[in-house]
C-alpha cells in the first residue's frame, strides 16, 4: 500500500464533520506524513501544516533540496497560487518557496509558503499578511480530499 492510498484510509477513519483539531499521521517506507487537520468534511478538509519527511533526503545537501523544491513547484500546479523558490539558506540547508503571485485584495496578501529542508524535511503552509499590520498569521489551507492524497502522492514521489 502507498503512503497516498494510507493517508486517503486515515482521513475516512478521521471524525467527519469535525471543526475541531485532528492529527492525521501515518508511515511508509522512507515517508512519514503528519498534518495539523483544522476541519473535515465529506469533501474537503483545512489544515494548518502539512509536513511530509523522507529519510532518503536526511543527510542532503542544498543542492539536492533545491532540486526537490524544484520539482514540487513543477507538479504543485493545481494550488490556488503557482509556488516557486524565493530563497535557498545554505547555510542552515533549507529552501524556500511561496506563491507567486500571491493572492492579494484590498485588505491582505495571502500565500503558501514550502519549506524543503534539511533532515529531509518538507512543510506546506498557508499564510495572511494584513495590509498595515506587523507580521503574518497561519492560516488553514483548504482543499479538496482529493487534493489532499495529490499533495501525498506529489510530496513523496519528488523526496523518495
Do not use: W
Not at 37 to 49: G, I, K, N, Q, T
Request: neutral net charge.
Amino acid at each position: 500500500m502507498t503512503i497516498e492510498r494510507q493517508a486517503e484510509q486515515t482521513l475516512v477513519s478521521l471524525v467527519s464533520p469535525c471543526t475541531s483539531e485532528q492529527q492525521l499521521a501515518v508511515a511508509h517506507g522512507i515517508h512519514t506524513l503528519t498534518c495539523r487537520l483544522m476541519a473535515l468534511d465529506s469533501l474537503a478538509c483545512a489544515f494548518l501544516e502539512f509536513q511530509l519527511t523522507s529519510s532518503r533526503l536526511a543527510n542532503a545537501r542544498t543542492d539536492e533540496l533545491k532540486r526537490v523544491a524544484e520539482a514540487l513547484s513543477k507538479r504543485l500546479t493545481y494550488l490556488l497560487e503557482p509556488i516557486q523558490p524565493i530563497e535557498i539558506d545554505s547555510n542552515r540547508c533549507i529552501v524556500q518557496m511561496r506563491s507567486n503571485p500571491p493572492l492579494k485584495d484590498d485588505t491582505s496578501t495571502t500565500y503558501y509558503e514550502l519549506l524543503v529542508a534539511k533532515g529531509g524535511i518538507l512543510t506546506l503552509e498557508r499564510y495572511r499578511r494584513v495590509v498595515g499590520q506587523y507580521g503574518r498569521d497561519n492560516i488553514p489551507a483548504q482543499v479538496t480530499r482529493e487534493v489532499f492524497v495529490r499533495l501525498v502522492r506529489d510530496f513523496a514521489a519528488v523526496s523518495g
